[in-house]
């Protein structure tokens, strides 16, 4: 699976790499944060990994769902930088988590369906 991260620096690349040695994802980084004129970067991953500065509206939900995206993680504590409503609306799954390890733990379980071993976590199906 392909999983866009945005918003990256280098020690957010390092830590992903480093733990994704378990779950063998196809990782692409990108330091600029998502937005609606770096929207089409996330096109055809099925997975994206955002920050707090990353502001996701309806119009980018939409959009995002429309190219293939069928997860959002957040790698921050809260969930307002993200339209909630319109997630529920398209149907697309939301979590956020600030481990590492977890972040994969979640990208694994809502795509094969199979549990990973992780810390508490919240995931909502939006």
């Not at 957010?12 to 980084?29: G, H, I, P, Q, T």
């Amino acid at each position: 699976m392909k999983i866009a991260f945005f918003s990256t620096q280098k020690y957010d690349r390092d830590f992903f790499l480093k733990e994704n040695d378990r779950f063998n994802f196809d990782l692409v980084f990108f330091e600029v944060h998502l937005k609606q004129e770096t929207l089409e970067l996330a096109k055809g991953y099925e997975a994206i990994c955002v920050f707090v500065n990353d502001k996701i509206d309806q119009a980018m939900l939409k959009e995002l769902h429309k190219n293939g995206t069928k997860l959002i993680v957040l790698r921050c504590a809260g969930f307002n930088n993200i339209d909630i409503k319109a997630a529920q609306e398209i149907a697309l799954t939301a979590s956020t988590q600030k481990i590492t390890s977890t972040v994969f733990a979640i990208i694994k379980q809502q795509t094969t369906g199979k549990t990973v071993a992780y810390d508490v976590m919240k995931v909502y199906q939006v």
